[in-house]
């Protein structure tokens, strides 16, 4: 059954009934839109006491709130959807939860952005997620060049120690410094001093294994 609105004085009195409506709208996150607003506006001018009218001032005034109250929705809408759309293409970070209700985070690209119930929705992996749960947003050429200098650290450190190196890692060593002269300077500055410095170390003693070989052949001849 449909809650009826009291009147008293020409003002809408708001009941335990309102009171309890108005609380379930406050906890399920929802907020009073145009529609809701305008109809408290008719149901005042509808149910005012005639001996004592409400004055026209003051319905203007009410009037104008409303106007401002839908130009801010408009405009809430248009920024909501213009910051979710800027995000298609881009790898996020979402606050969720997991299939046992615990709390959870997941990182994807966009692939597209719906618009439903006045609220912004980003698509990840096929799965919907409010644009409210976004706290991170990532370039994807920040991801790569994250990713490629810890393998580069990985590689490094899979070295055997400096002392115990041989020739045999010699195409290791080359390897690995390939890898570092190819990288843009914008990937190398996600790559240690430290890793740079034991590469340059290791890449020293090839030299110096590589000379001592070639003075041992020299001597044996």
Known sequence: ?????????????????????????????????????????????????PLQPTSNTEFVAQYAQFSSLEQMQNMSATLELSRASSLVGQVVSVNTTDSYGQAATIEGKVDYVVYENNRAYVS??????????????????????????????????????????????????????LIYNNMTDYEKSFVSAADVSKLQSYVNRIEVLKKDQEENGSTEE
């Open 1 to 49: 059954m449909a809650a009826i609105a009291q009147v008293q004085d020409g003002k809408i009195v708001e009941t335990q009934s309102a009171s309890s409506l108005a609380n379930s709208i406050k906890k399920s996150g929802s907020t009073m839109d145009k529609d809701a607003f305008l109809g408290l506006l008719v149901a005042q001018m509808k149910y005012q006491d």
């Open 124 to 177: 990840i992996q096929e799965s919907l997620f409010s644009l409210d749960d976004v706290y991170g947003v990532a370039d994807q050429g920040y991801l790569d060049a994250t990713k490629l200098a810890s393998e580069f650290n990985i590689a490094v450190n899979r070295l055997p120690a400096l002392e115990n190196i041989t020739l045999d890692d010699a195409d290791a060593v080359t390897a690995l410094g």
